[in-house]
T-cell receptor, first 116, second 114 residues
């Protein structure tokens, strides 16, 4: 089991609320990622970080924002939740690989978000 | 366009039987290919990883193959168990960027019946 944690595991919240999904890893990995996954669909990268104070948007446009103040912590925030944000959010981390080969990504258990 | 296609979309087999899942990809330049197992409500867990020069990799009852020429991979599960019920995701990474971008298939949903 990878040492990467996400809280909460499940969240049901009303439209317009501000929410923060937490992700922490204890492996000292520089790179961290947020993915969005709908049932039966592939994972889509929405944010990533190369290290502290580094954040980038991924392939899928998202209204969420992220921060990376500490190596081990990569929270995702939605300022005003909407029903279209209902999805599963997966956090992952990896070492900085040498060369251009992609390093192994370790995934957290995910947060299932439902916005009513 | 970099894509990963998996088949079948879903599969039901009886406990103890073998099965093979397929993955075709168009990702270029190719770096490596991974198979992940994702239990319902959980994050994906890596089963195997293969680079360009490897054409087979085993992990217990899981055996993955890779044909880099035809850009195809398969995951063979031997003597299936109830705990094998999960989604199996093929993931291909490129070596064209420092991020090492991952391209995910939609997965094959495997159900093992007793």
């Amino acid at each position: 089991e990878a040492d990467i944690y996400q809280t909460p595991r499940y969240l049901v919240i009303g439209t317009g609320k501000k929410i923060t999904l937490e992700c922490s890893q204890t492996m000292g990995h520089d790179k961290m990622y947020w993915y969005q996954q709908d049932p039966g669909m592939e994972l889509h990268l929405i944010h990533y970080s190369y290290g502290v104070n580094s954040t980038e948007k991924g392939d899928l446009s998202s209204e969420s924002t992220v921060s990376r103040i500490r190596t081990e912590h990569f929270p995702l925030t939605l300022e005003s939740a909407r029903p279209s944000h209902t999805s599963q959010y997966l956090c992952a981390s990896s070492e900085s690989a040498s060369g251009r080969a992609a390093a192994e990504q370790y995934f957290g258990p995910g947060t299932r978000l439902t916005v009513t | 366009k970099n894509q990963v296609e998996q088949s079948p979309q879903s599969l039901i087999i009886l406990e103890g039987k073998n099965c093979t899942l397929q993955c075709n990809y168009t990702v270029s330049p190719f770096s490596n290919l991974r198979w992940y197992k994702q239990d319902t409500g959980r994050g994906p867990v890596s089963l195997t990883i293969m680079t360009f020069s490897e054409n087979t990799k085993s992990n217990g009852r899981y055996t993955a193959t890779l044909d880099a020429d035809t850009k195809q991979s398969s995951l063979h599960i031997t003597a299936s168990q109830l705990s094998d019920s999960a989604s199996y995701i093929c993931v291909v990474s490129d070596r064209g960027s420092t991020l090492g971008r991952l391209y995910f298939g939609r997965g094959t949903q495997l159900t093992v019946w007793p």
